[in-house]
C-alpha cells in the first residue's frame, strides 16, 4: 500500500473541494438562469419613476403576465388603440381621485387612447371591500358601465367601502343581490 506525503493529501482535498466548489456554482447558475428564463415569460416587469422621469430605486411592479389580461382588468377608451395608458389604482386614493379627471378628459381628446384600469386595492379594508364589488361589476357589466361606476366613485367625497360602491353599481342598473353574490364568491377572493 502506498502512502501520499502529507503535502500531497492536502492537495488532492483541495482539489476535490475545489471541484465540488465549481460544480456547486455550475448548478446554481444553471438553476438562477433557468428561473430567469421561467420569470421571463410569465413575468412583466413595470419600473416606478418620478415626477422628473428618474426611476425610483427598490421600486417596482412585478405581475404575472400581460396586463391587459390580468382578472378584474378593464379596457376603456379605443380598445384598439395606438396609445395604452395603464392606471393602477384604489378607489380611495386621493391621488387617484384627481388624475380620474385628467384620464376622462384624455379619453375624451385622443380617440386613439387606450386605457386599462387595473384595481390595485392597497389602502385597507374599505378599499378591498370596494375593490370586490368593482370587480363584479366588471364581470357583471359592461366596460362602460364599468368606467362609469369608476368615475362615480371619484365623483363621490369621502371613503369608499363595499355597501358604498353596491349603491353606487346599483345605481347604474346592475343587480344588487347578483353583485353581492359575485363580490361574496371565491372566484372575486
Given at each position: 500500500m502506498m502512502?501520499?506525503?502529507q503535502a500531497a493529501r492536502a492537495g488532492r482535498g483541495a482539489a476535490v473541494a475545489a471541484l465540488l466548489l465549481t460544480a456547486a456554482v455550475a448548478v446554481a447558475s444553471f438553476g438562477a438562469a433557468l428561473a430567469q428564463s421561467r420569470r421571463?415569460?410569465?413575468e412583466a416587469e413595470y419600473p416606478l419613476?418620478?415626477?422628473e422621469g428618474q426611476r425610483l430605486p427598490n421600486h417596482t411592479v412585478r405581475l404575472l403576465g400581460p396586463?391587459?389580461?390580468l382578472p378584474g382588468v378593464v379596457v376603456v377608451g379605443n380598445p384598439n388603440g395606438k396609445e395604452t395608458l395603464?392606471?393602477?389604482y384604489d378607489l380611495n386614493c386621493p391621488?387617484?381621485?384627481l388624475a380620474a379627471n385628467d384620464l376622462a378628459e384624455m379619453l375624451?381628446?385622443?380617440q386613439q387612447l387606450r386605457l386599462v384600469l387595473v384595481p390595485y386595492p392597497i389602502l385597507g379594508i374599505a378599499s378591498i371591500g370596494a375593490a370586490r364589488v368593482e370587480l363584479a361589476v366588471a364581470k357583471l357589466g359592461t366596460p362602460e358601465q364599468f368606467y362609469a361606476f369608476h368615475?362615480?366613485?371619484y365623483a363621490q367625497r369621502g371613503t369608499t367601502d363595499g355597501p358604498r360602491a353596491l349603491d353606487v353599481a346599483a345605481g347604474l342598473g346592475l343587480s344588487k343581490q347578483s353583485l353581492l353574490a359575485l363580490a361574496d364568491s371565491d372566484e372575486i377572493t
Open positions: 502512502r501520499f506525503p421571463a415569460t410569465t419613476v418620478g415626477d396586463l391587459d389580461r395603464v392606471e393602477f391621488f387617484c381621485r375624451k381628446n385622443d368615475r362615480k366613485i
